[in-house]
């Protein structure tokens, strides 16, 4: 496959969980990380979180760590991203997608800005929508 095909999304209440996966096995290999990215419409791309191919390292944005978890599946080609303790700014169109170069990763840890449109592969997304 070409691009990446994410899913897991849904409409959860504040507090409430959920569990994106990204079936990444057309270009997971080809890249050194697989990063999550969130985007309203209106805004700039945000990185969420980013794990590293081979040796697992793992990265996410202030905002959301201590709640969201990045996980990878090596026999299925697939790179999970837990989310719990959700907040409605937590609503946006969740994407994944390769980073060739890692280089992402550390730079979303401080919010600062990355061109994400350079990343070669995008999905269709899957919406994450956080209400009461």
């Known amino acids: 496959q070409l691009q990446p095909v994410e899913s897991g999304g849904g409409l959860v209440q504040p507090g409430g969980s959920l569990r994106l996966s990204c079936a990444a096995s057309?270009?997971?290999?080809?890249?050194?990380?697989i990063v999550w990215v969130r985007q309203v419409p209106g805004k700039a791309r945000e990185g969420v979180s980013c794990?590293?191919?081979?040796?697992?390292?793992?990265y996410y944005a202030e905002s959301v760590k201590g709640r969201f978890t990045i996980s990878r599946d090596n026999a299925k080609n697939t790179v999970y991203l837990q989310m719990n303790s959700l907040k409605p700014e937590d609503t946006a169109v969740y994407y994944c997608?390769?980073?060739?170069?890692?280089?992402?990763?550390?730079?979303?840890?401080?919010?600062?800005?990355?061109?994400?449109?350079?990343?070669?592969?995008w999905g269709k997304g899957t919406q994450v929508t956080v209400s009461s």
């Open positions: 794990i590293f191919r081979d040796d697992g390292r793992t």
């Open positions: 997608t390769g980073d060739l170069g890692g280089r992402s990763c550390p730079l979303m840890t401080k919010s600062l800005p990355f061109d994400y449109d350079a990343m070669e592969y």
């Open positions: 057309g270009f997971t290999l080809d890249y050194y990380a």
